[in-house]
């Protein structure tokens, strides 16, 4: 699954995020695009038993890859 929060104000993209990963299938990744690197989201998905990989592309251009922790 792909979600594009780029375009949204705060708190939308953590929220977005969020509720994309309630409904992940097992074995699935969300391949989030994201403006910056959502710091307090991070915290979050850890919390909530989340791995995640960071690419930051350019100034305004982050790739997340959010996946289950197995």
């Not at 929060?5 to 409904?23: D, F, G, K, Q």
């Not at 909530?48 to 350019?58: D, G, N, T």
Request: proline share 6%; glycine share 2%.
């Amino acid at each position: 699954r792909e979600v594009d929060v780029r375009h949204l104000e705060m708190p939308m993209p953590m929220m977005t995020i969020l509720e994309a990963l309630e409904t992940l299938p097992e074995n699935k990744a969300l391949y989030v695009h994201h403006k910056r690197i959502p710091v307090f989201l991070l915290t979050e998905l850890k919390d909530r038993q989340f791995e995640y990989r960071i690419k930051e592309v350019q100034e305004g251009e982050v790739y997340l890859l959010i996946f289950k922790n197995q």
